[in-house]
């Protein structure tokens, strides 16, 4: 595949909060440029992956508004001088309330403003690396997902994991926008596509459509 071979993408995956959820450091091999998706907390070990990995950082991106996602995104792009793009503006609410939900999760939480709200369509890029926005609705309401079409790699958050969904029992969470958005927009991707879920190991998007008990073809067909 030698368009894979030649693509710059380069991604670590750091468990972060009490949650252990999935920070991405993502780079450009070609400049070490990159960005972190999701950096919702643990800053000094980011900070160390980001030396270790010789990366210059450029952004922070983010999938959504929870506290073990973005809550100290706020914190990082200010020590740091980084702009934050993502998520989608519906997640505005979320991240309003950050200071409530911190201490609820038991994480040290900043309330920020997005550099950039991101809409389905749009792409965002660090070094040579642009990267695909895609709106999935459902476990948030501005939940987005970043899709490198070159590599066939996505990071998406908590809208889909090896072998479940996110949950859609928060405020403005909706189970069928959820559904909608794994099976008439990630999955059309290609059943090739890796993806990086907000928890929990890798897995592809074929390995969940044969298999995922809550969004599987089997499962979708006895709908
Ligand atoms: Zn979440």
Same mark, same amino acid.
């Given at each position: 595949?030698?368009?894979?071979?030649?693509?710059?993408?380069?991604?670590?995956?750091?468990?972060?909060?009490?949650?252990?959820?999935?920070?991405?450091?993502?780079?450009?091999?070609?400049?070490?440029?990159?960005?972190?998706?999701?950096?919702?907390?643990?800053?000094?070990?980011?900070?160390?992956?980001?030396?270790?990995?010789?990366?210059?950082?450029?952004?922070?991106?983010?999938?959504?508004?929870?506290?073990?996602?973005?809550?100290?995104?706020?914190?990082?792009?200010?020590?740091?001088?980084?702009?934050?793009?993502?998520?989608?503006?519906?997640?505005?609410?979320?991240?309003?309330?950050?200071?409530?939900?911190?201490?609820?999760?038991g994480i040290h939480t900043e309330v920020f403003?997005?550099?950039?709200?991101?809409?389905? =369509?749009? &792409?965002?890029? @660090? #070094?040579?690396?642009?990267?695909?926005?895609?709106?999935?609705?459902?476990?948030?309401?501005?939940? $987005?997902?970043?899709?490198?079409?070159?590599?066939?790699?996505?990071?998406?958050?908590?809208?889909l994991f090896h072998g479940s969904i996110g949950?859609?029992?928060?405020?403005?969470?909706?189970?069928?926008?959820?559904?909608?958005?794994?099976?008439?927009?990630?999955?059309?991707?290609?059943?090739?596509?890796?993806?990086?879920?907000?928890? =929990?190991? &890798?897995?592809? @998007? #074929?390995?969940?459509?044969?298999?995922?008990?809550?969004?599987?073809?089997?499962?979708?067909?006895? $709908?």
């Open positions: 595949m030698p368009a894979v071979q030649q693509s710059p993408l380069r991604a670590a995956i750091v468990p972060v909060t009490p949650f252990q959820q999935n920070c991405s450091l993502v780079w450009c091999s070609k400049t070490l440029r990159g960005a972190l998706i999701d950096p919702g907390g643990d800053l000094p070990l980011l900070k160390q992956g980001v030396e270790r990995a010789g990366v210059t950082l450029e952004k922070i991106l983010l999938t959504h508004g929870h506290a073990d996602h973005c809550g100290q995104a706020g914190i990082l792009a200010g020590e740091l001088g980084l702009p934050i793009e993502g998520p989608h503006e519906a997640d505005r609410f979320w991240i309003s309330r950050l200071d409530e939900d911190g201490p609820r999760f403003e997005p550099d950039r709200w991101l809409q389905d =369509g749009d &792409t965002v890029a @660090f #070094g040579e690396v642009t990267m695909e926005v895609i709106h999935c609705p459902g476990h948030t309401p501005g939940h $987005v997902v970043f899709f490198h079409r070159p590599t066939r790699f996505a990071f998406v958050g908590d809208v949950r859609t029992d928060f405020p403005m969470g909706n189970h069928q926008d959820l559904l909608d958005a794994i099976t008439g927009k990630l999955w059309p991707l290609g059943s090739d596509v890796t993806f990086v879920p907000g928890q =929990g190991p &890798t897995s592809t @998007f #074929g390995r969940e459509r044969e298999s995922n008990p809550f969004v599987g073809d089997a499962a979708m067909a006895g $709908v």
